[in-house]
């Protein structure tokens, strides 16, 4: 469970005004693919989301606890409109619909989706995550902390400090397949002493990118850590 991210830079992107007329579902086995997940999703919400741009219609699953199935989008640059459903032959995107933008040289993406009441019409906002295996390698550890505490945390030797609202990368803590020790606090603003969250000991698998998410719990001050095991094949 683990995060740091380093600034990308941005390219031109392909106009977003196009019709979406064809639909499709893509095999796993594409070299340019994005997976996706519904993080804080609530009670009764979608269980899909379409990406569209670029005269395609990609349809992919927004699961809450792991990843989607990968599917496949085109190459270049893309800014993708985001809907809850198909548009029909000939049918505009709407203004105002949420956009993704993913840049030329990521051949991998993850889309992490957030409840964003204030759009009505797809209460949905995506962050898009760099997955390339160069940029995210074996291995590795992405933490993201969209609670109201900062994070510190050590695993085996390897110490990292997460803020509220920022994500961060962590090194592999060991270099072969076998068990850690963790141990991860968090600290509010003006409180500066820590409170734990975690002390354990977890598992390194060394062909698995891990990626831990810090939420906040309805009624309870202190943040939850829970995480998902991202496999790919070469």
Not at 95 to 102: A, N
Not at 131 to 150: C, E, R, W
Not at 174 to 193: E, L, N, R
Request: charged share 20%; proline share 11%; glycine share 6%.
């Amino acid at each position: 469970m683990h995060i740091p991210t380093s600034s990308l830079k941005t390219v031109p992107l392909i106009p977003l005004a196009l019709v979406c007329l064809l639909f499709i579902s893509l095999p796993v086995s594409a070299a340019r693919h994005v997976r996706a997940i519904f993080i804080l999703a609530p009670d009764q919400t979608v269980e899909k989301a379409v990406l569209c741009g670029g005269g395609l219609q990609i349809e992919i699953e927004l699961p809450r606890r792991n990843l989607s199935p990968a599917m496949e989008v085109p190459s270049g640059d893309l800014l993708l409109a985001v809907l809850p459903k198909a548009l029909a032959a000939g049918q505009q995107v709407p203004d105002g619909v949420p956009t993704v933008k993913i840049p030329e040289a990521w051949t991998r993406c993850l889309l992490l989706f957030f409840p964003d009441p204030a759009n009505k019409l797809f209460p949905v906002r995506v962050m898009p995550v760099n997955a390339s295996m160069a940029d995210f390698p074996k291995g590795h550890t992405l933490i993201y902390n969209v609670s109201q505490a900062s994070i510190r945390a050590k695993f085996g030797d390897r110490l990292v400090t997460v803020r509220s609202g920022a994500c961060g990368m962590l090194k592999p803590p060991i270099s072969k397949f076998g068990d850690y020790p963790v141990a991860i606090d968090c600290t509010f603003g003006g409180d500066p002493k820590p409170t734990a969250i975690c002390r354990s000991s977890w598992q390194n698998d060394p062909d698995a990118r891990q990626i831990l998410f810090v939420t906040d719990m309805p009624g309870n001050k202190v943040p939850r850590v829970w995480g998902i095991l991202d496999r790919q094949e070469e």
